[in-house]
């Protein structure tokens, strides 16, 4: 999933640590790898940069812990580039 890196520093995604209960749900959605759980079963961002925005980590996370600006843009982009289907889509 490194060729769908975002750039550096853009991505509207948000978490607040002390509203996490450590679920886990976070780490499970992820398409990407984003979150991980700590030791102390706190959620944490470890790879914030390849965040594609599509939402499902804020959707699922009971806590109310993350927020990020959901589109469609780059999923599509990415189903897209997986099915061979070229023009823009963003
Ligand atoms: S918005 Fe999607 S890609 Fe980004 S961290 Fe959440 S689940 Fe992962
Ligand atoms: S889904 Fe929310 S509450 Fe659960 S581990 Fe992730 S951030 Fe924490």
């Not at 961002?45 to 996370?61: F, K």
């Not at 990020?68 to 189903?79: D, F, L, S, T």
């Amino acid at each position: 999933m490194e060729r769908f890196r975002y750039f550096e520093d853009v991505v509207s995604l948000e978490f607040d640590k002390d509203k996490c209960i450590g679920c886990g749900l976070c780490a499970i959605v992820c398409p990407h790898g984003v979150f991980a759980l700590t030791r102390d079963h706190k959620a944490q961002m470890t790879a914030r940069n390849q965040c594609m925005e599509c939402g499902a980590c804020m959707r699922n996370c009971p806590a109310l812990a993350i927020t990020v600006e959901a589109g469609e843009g780059c999923v599509r982009g990415v189903i897209n580039e997986l099915l061979g289907i070229e023009g823009p889509c963003c």
